[in-house]
């Protein structure tokens, strides 16, 4: 193995994914797994497809039905996936989402949200999407003579909340207070080797946000205008391009780094518009 392999090899690393089933999830676990890592993917939503993708690839992975709000059930995959694989090296939280109810529009104004809703979407994305899957599976790194490592998954909104997200983005940049937080504790209370970051997804092209940024031509809507308008780099992003920062801050080459916030973003969150 020459020198850069060996640093960013993930070789026998267990990694957890939650929001498994989704396209940045999978995308990451695939990269993940071509350096090394056994991949465990974990979602409410169906994974037989995911899993066959990765296996075609040569790569272990299993799957598991976990609903990241249920503490319990969180709990009790963890033991599942110690019992199959001895240990959880790395967690990747990317569950998460935003909802309609919970986005002000034409049809709603701020003022006529519902608390409930707001409610639902911070709970998806700071408690299921970081939080409660941290404290099972950051429990159980710290068995790890190695450590371990929990990476989050916060967003453009963290840094300037973004025009009518208004619950998505309260509850990114509570994710990345958190992993700032969490940086900490681990490793004051319990083991340096325990590190805690988060990257910070600019605008990614996926199936799910096509219809926002390009229509049915496969032009730019306004709202995709705006965008490209806004990121230095001109284009958008493609999935992908987030697995070279993911295997850095798994593997040994990223060692001192923890308490981070990493913008894969084209040098959106760099601009101010002049």
């Not at 797994?33 to 939503?45: N, Q």
């Not at 453009?156 to 998505?168: D, H, I, K, N, Q």
């Not at 969490?182 to 997804?201: C, D, F, G, H, T």
């Amino acid at each position: 193995m020459s020198y850069i392999e060996e640093l960013f090899s993930l070789k026998g690393k267990v990694a957890v994914f939650t929001g498994g089933a989704g396209v940045l999830a999978g995308s990451i676990a695939k990269g993940l797994g071509r350096a090394g890592a056994k991949i465990v993917l974990t979602d409410i939503a169906p994974l037989d497809e995911r899993i066959r993708e990765l296996e075609k690839e040569g790569i272990e992975a299993e799957g598991y039905y976990m609903d990241v709000l249920d503490k319990k059930c969180v709990e009790k995959v963890g033991g599942r996936i110690k019992n199959a694989l001895g240990k959880v090296d790395i967690l990747l939280n990317a569950a998460g989402g935003n909802f309609p109810e919970a986005t002000v529009s034409k049809e709603l104004s701020f003022f006529d949200i519902d608390y409930e809703n707001l409610k639902k979407v911070v709970n998806l994305n700071l408690f299921g999407g970081a939080i409660i899957p941290s404290q099972v599976f950051g429990k159980m790194m710290l068995e790890n003579e190695d450590g371990g490592v929990i990476i989050n998954f916060s967003s453009m909104s963290a840094f300037r909340p973004l025009t009518r997200v208004v619950g998505y983005s309260a509850a990114k940049a509570a994710v990345s207070n958190f992993t700032q937080w969490l940086a900490v504790y681990m490793a004051q209370e319990y083991s340096p080797k325990i590190r805690v970051n988060a990257i910070a997804p600019g605008f990614l092209l996926t199936k799910q946000n096509r219809y926002l940024l390009l229509d049915e031509e496969g032009n730019l809507t306004p709202r995709g205008q705006a965008v490209i308008a806004h990121t230095p780099m001109g284009r958008f992003g493609e999935p992908e391009e987030l697995i070279g920062t993911v295997i850095w801050l798994c593997s040994s080459a990223s060692s001192f780094v923890t308490g981070a916030v990493i913008p894969i973003d084209g040098g959106f969150n760099a601009f101010a518009g002049v």
